[in-house]
């Protein structure tokens, strides 16, 4: 496995990949790897020639007062597990590489980016569009993947992917949860034991949501107000928001005519997790 | 030679000609041809083993109230012109083929883009950047040819791609001129006859402050000062910038240390005219 560290040292690596009429198949992370992050590149080594994984903690998308310095840091053991998983190459770049001092473009999703998450974290959506849209410039994958965990910024990401012509073919893949329903997060390695036991409310309200639509709920306000009611009982969440959404536009509805996304953020003590189900009816 | 209209047949063109193992060099134009625009053909032609010319009048890049309506079009005679140059293929896109109705996705660079034009025309050129983040996207060139006429432009483009990782080699052109001095442009065919004339005087001061500036001038004030009298003594023209600016970060400077760009941009009746001319020390 290769670590390459420059920008056009990664790109040189895989214009011979290309060459060589290999296939790219590449995870964007920002290491603390865990097992969604695994998930992720067990299927593009399945899909994929060659697997690239990218460990860069962007400061971009961190907010000021965010959690940017004391982001969980582990290269060491990230490379390990990428190794384990035969991964080709990994790329880490320091980031005065990836924004050099006169660095100057921003790319931007509208409206999807103001919307969920985007309230709370202004500028957030533009971090991520911005190191993706370079990643992809420097990796140049056929395809590339990321957790449903983060749905929003999937939806964003496609939609740039799409607007500005990339090529590339953005793959979604389902959330890995821990055994007690927990979607897996590198910030979930912020929680005391209590505030862990505690964030167990937005799984379990995710799924009471997807249960009442299973049973034939279409409006959205019952639905909303089922998972406020589970999240208000745990005395240290504090709720950033709690939305029934579109899944292509992110604007809040009133009635489900098909598919709708339940996505919860909340804060625990400092820390702020995310989760969603899609809400699809059944087939058959 | 072929003629392209829809994105993904000019992605298929491209890759085609990419697995072939041939280098692509890429004109992005509005259109209305002229000498200027075919002194970047003639060197893309020389540069590269296929050239794909772009005829796009890009909406994202016209304000309220701008021309973009009444812009020339002329696509039959431009086709004919690229085909006398020897292009293989003419991208043509219809404008809800490059913006369908939920584009959302824009490429900004800061500062840079808010400085001389980018006073007068605000969205201009995040227009621009946009606009040619896409046609790279879907051209996929090796190299782009630019010309120095849009010296402001050319800058911007440039941080672009470096900044983006875009990967393409970003080929600065000369500014191509009438036998009288008036830098080519489609827009010259708003003038009528007394216009022209006046129009004259922009080349006239550039010519003159470049005079000045071999003579040893390295304050930029009496530069400022010459161009402007220039500019005043033509009764139908407006000012709207005169400077004299780094030509990296395009801020205004008073003493010349190296290099600077000289840029006028004006209004004669409704036409918007600009020009610059690099100031550099004559070697030897």
Same mark, same amino acid.
């Given at each position: 496995m290769e670590i390459l560290r420059k920008p056009e040292e990664m790109t040189a690596w895989s214009k011979r990949a290309a060459?060589?009429?290999?296939?790219?198949? +590449?995870?964007?992370? /920002?290491?603390?790897?865990?097992?969604?992050?695994?998930?992720?590149? @067990?299927?593009?080594?399945? #899909?994929? %020639?060659?697997? !690239?994984?990218?460990?860069?903690?962007?400061?971009?998308? +961190?907010?000021?007062?965010?959690?940017?310095?004391?982001?969980?840091?582990? +290269?060491?053991? %990230? =490379?390990? /597990?990428?190794? =384990?998983?035969?991964?080709?190459? !990994? +790329?880490?770049?320091?980031?005065? %590489? /990836?924004?050099?001092?006169?660095?100057?473009?921003?790319?931007?999703?509208?409206?999807?980016?103001?919307?969920?998450?985007?309230?709370?974290?202004?500028?957030?959506?533009?971090? !991520?569009?911005?190191? !993706?849209?370079?990643?992809?410039?420097?990796?140049?994958? %056929?395809? =590339?993947?990321?957790?449903?965990?983060? =749905?929003?910024?999937?939806?964003?990401?496609?939609?740039?992917?799409?607007?500005?012509?990339?090529?590339?073919?953005?793959? @979604?893949? #389902?959330?890995?949860?821990?055994?007690?329903?927990?979607?897996m997060s590198s910030r979930n390695t912020y929680l005391s034991a209590a505030e862990r036991k505690q964030a167990l409310a937005i799984s379990r309200a995710l799924k009471e949501c997807e249960a009442r639509f299973d049973a034939g709920e279409r409006k959205t306000m019952p639905l909303l107000k089922v998972m406020g009611d589970i999240l208000a009982r745990e005395p240290d969440i504090e709720v950033d928001y709690i939305a029934v959404a579109d899944p292509i536009t992110l604007d809040d509805i009133s009635t489900i005519e098909n598919e709708a996304l339940a996505a919860i953020a909340v804060y625990i003590g400092k820390t702020r997790l995310i989760d969603n189900v899609t809400l699809r009816p059944k087939k058959g």
């Open positions: 060459r060589e009429g290999k296939t790219i198949g +590449f995870v964007p992370t /920002m290491g603390a790897l865990h097992e969604g992050h695994m998930s992720l590149i @067990r299927r593009a080594r399945k #899909e994929n %020639d060659v697997v !690239v994984v990218s460990i860069f903690v962007n400061p971009t998308q +961190f907010g000021p007062g965010e959690d940017y310095d004391r982001y969980p840091r582990c +290269f060491e053991k %990230d =490379a390990k /597990m990428c190794e =384990a998983e035969r991964v080709d190459a !990994v +790329f880490h770049p320091a980031a005065e %590489d /990836m924004y050099p001092e006169d660095h100057r473009t921003f790319v931007e999703v509208c409206e999807l980016s103001n919307r969920l998450c985007g309230i709370s974290r202004p500028g957030h959506f533009r971090g !991520v569009t911005t190191v !993706v849209a370079k990643l992809f410039g420097i990796v140049r994958p %056929d395809r =590339a993947y990321f957790g449903m965990k983060d =749905a929003q910024q999937l939806v964003i990401i496609e939609r740039m992917n799409r607007d500005l012509c990339m090529g590339v073919q953005i793959v @979604r893949c #389902e959330t890995v949860r821990e055994p007690d329903g927990l979607a």
